[in-house]
């Protein structure tokens, strides 16, 4: 049994490395396509900035997809460890909005924040926590529609929980990709052609959550929207 756990291990491992290799393919030729461009000496100014823009989105998205995959390697192998503590969830959303708002303004989307309890405090790992909710917020601003809206609302229940819910007026889903969402490397059919991504956003939110006790879904229309939602114990066992 021992041997056949770790061989299961070893597969997902080689299936997560050769994953990793196909990734980063696209953004290192669009690197080396850059650079050979840059070479030129009758490049115009202005060209001359969108190819280092370039190579600098194309950079940030590489650091994205290996922070990604270590991620879910230390996740799924049981070499994280959580620091909790306890913090309000208002605060951390507000600083969560901080960093997606650039983005939602380039497509003058909304966001809307609804606090039922503006002093809900839970235990938990403050920084993955946060990661959860960036990646949450960042995917409703992503898959919106240019004038649309995200609204995230925090609330205490009285089964000392804290519920976290991310809504946006979106592409939306269909219930096949829906049933598919938080496994990993899966990415919807209508997201495939809205954005770009790895597949493993939504797992390492589903790992992180659980692993607090905690549990995450998913609702959707397509034309319509998605909300999300999350729970966390308000003490972590």
Known sequence: AAVAI?????????????????????????????????????LPPEQRENLVKTIQDETQRLHQMASNYLDVARLESGRIYFQAKDFEVSELVDECVDVVTAKADEANIQIVKHFIDNQATVEADRDKIKQVVTNLLSNAVKYNRPNGIVTISVKKDE?????????????????????????????GSTAMKTAEGTGLGLSICKQIIEAHGGTIDAKSEVGVGSTFSFTLPVELE
């Open 6 to 42: 770790n061989n299961t291990r070893l597969f997902q491992q080689s299936d997560l490395i050769s994953e990793l290799v196909h990734e980063i393919r696209t953004p290192l030729g669009s690197i080396s396509t850059v650079a050979y461009l840059l070479q030129r000496d009758d």
């Open 159 to 187: 089964n000392l929980t804290v519920t976290v819910d991310v809504t946006d007026t979106g592409i939306g889903m269909s219930q096949d990709d829906l049933s598919h969402l938080f496994e990993r490397f899966f990415r």
